[in-house]
Structure formats: C-alpha cells, structure tokens
C-alpha cells in the first residue's frame, strides 16, 4: 500500500510539472537592478577598472512546451574607469535604452522554478558623459556609438511572482578610444544582477 501511494504520488507530481511546462503562458512585470561595466583591451596599453550602474525597466515572457520568448526595455547606466598608458586616468557614463530578445527554458513548477536563456541585445545611447580630466587633455576622447549591439546570456530563479537574474553581456560594437596618440579599439562588456516583479 505505500508503495502504491508513493508512486502515485511521484506519477501526480511529475504530472503537474509537466502540465506546467507545457501549458501556454504569458507574464508581464518591472525589473531593477545593478551592472559592473569594463571595456576589453587586448593588445592595448590602456586598461579599464568596472564601475557600478543600474538598470531599471519593463519585462514581458511568453512561455509554452518548456521554452520561452522574453522581450525586454529598460533604461541602464554603463559606467567605466580608464587608465592609458601614460597614468592618467578618465571615467566615461553612458545612459542607454536597452532591449534585449532572450530564448531560454524554464525548469519547475508550482511557483519555484529555474531559468536559463541567451540572445541578441539592442542599446541605444541616450546620453553620454565623458569626464576626461586635465591630466588627460581635451585631445583624448571615447567616441561611444549612438546605436549598439551584444549578445547576453544568464540564468534566473523564480519564486513565485519574484524573480533573480544574473547575465552577461558581451559587446560586439567595437568603440573608438584615442589617448592622444594612439587610437584603440574596444567593446564594452557586463555583469548585471537584478531583481524583477511579476503581475502576472
């Protein structure tokens, strides 16, 4: 007799997370959170030290049969520390308006579960602060493009209508950094872990 309850049980439980991965299901929510910026130098005499930003704004998910579509928008700040070769150091800000179009899968079931995903990202510069000091020069500057792309990955937990994710973004927009005397090549790329609510 236990026996045959312990595999009815197992048979209702696999059931139930197998209805919940299959079943269509739409999701619309808020998102905040921090990044840590850096700029790849490879092969550069400059180097770059990670700053701290946030991001805020709107997510939608669209799941069905264990995958899902997550179409994002939100506003972030990049920020970026750079020391080139002659020992001045600059800081540049970016605000953009990001939109990043995540495929991933979803594990679990009655509210806890796990999440992994990948895809494209859109950024559209919408305000650009370059603070390059005196020790630097006005000839140096880090021409960061109006229209940029990446490609992001990660993975998240849900608890119930709350959600934590941890990605990484690699730039592929190659931006123009001058030192006064060399001009360099470079990509912004970035850790962001953020906290999310779901309406429903």
Same mark, same amino acid.
Do not use: C
């Given at each position: 007799?236990?026996?045959?309850?312990?595999?009815?049980?197992?048979?209702?439980?696999?059931?139930?997370?197998?209805?919940?991965? *299959?079943?269509?299901?739409?999701?619309?929510?808020?998102?905040?959170?921090? @990044? *840590?910026?850096?700029?790849?130098?490879?092969?550069?005499?400059?180097?770059?030290?990670?700053?701290?930003?946030?991001?805020?704004?709107?997510?939608?998910?669209?799941?069905? *049969?264990?995958? @899902?579509?997550?179409?994002?928008?939100?506003?972030?700040?990049?920020?970026?520390?750079? @020391?080139?070769?002659?020992?001045?150091?600059?800081?540049?800000?970016?605000?953009?308006?990001?939109?990043?179009? *995540?495929?991933?899968?979803?594990?679990?079931?009655?509210?806890?579960?796990?999440?992994?995903?990948?895809?494209?990202?859109?950024?559209?510069?919408?305000?650009?602060? @370059?603070?390059?000091?005196?020790?630097?020069?006005? %000839?140096?500057?880090?021409?960061?493009?109006?229209?940029?792309?990446?490609?992001? %990955?990660?993975?998240?937990?849900?608890?119930?209508?709350?959600?934590?994710?941890?990605?990484?973004?690699?730039?592929?927009?190659?931006?123009?950094?001058?030192?006064?005397?060399?001009?360099?090549?470079?990509?912004?790329?970035?850790?962001?872990?953020?906290?999310?609510?779901?309406?429903?």
């Amino acid at each position: 007799m236990k026996k045959l309850l312990l595999t009815l049980g197992i048979f209702l439980a696999v059931t139930a997370v197998s209805k919940a991965q *299959l079943l269509p299901k739409v999701q619309f929510g808020i998102k905040g959170g921090v @990044n *840590l910026s850096s700029l790849s130098n490879s092969g550069s005499t400059f180097s770059s030290e990670n700053r701290a930003g946030y991001l805020g704004g709107i997510w939608a998910r669209f799941g069905a *049969l264990g995958f @899902n579509f997550q179409p994002e928008l939100y506003i972030t700040s990049k920020n970026v520390d750079i @020391n080139n070769s002659n020992g001045a150091a600059s800081s540049a800000k970016f605000t953009s308006i990001d939109v990043p179009l *995540l495929l991933g899968g979803k594990i679990g079931a009655f509210g806890l579960g796990g999440r992994f995903y990948a895809g494209p990202l859109l950024s559209f510069a919408i305000n650009k602060d @370059n603070n390059l000091g005196s020790a630097v020069g006005s %000839a140096t500057r880090f021409d960061y493009k109006s229209s940029n792309f990446a490609i992001t %990955a990660g993975a998240g937990i849900d608890i119930s209508k709350i959600s934590i994710d941890l990605r990484y973004e690699a730039g592929l927009t190659k931006q123009n950094y001058f030192d006064g005397s060399t001009n360099y090549k470079t990509r912004v790329s970035l850790f962001n872990l953020s906290l999310a609510y779901a309406f429903l």
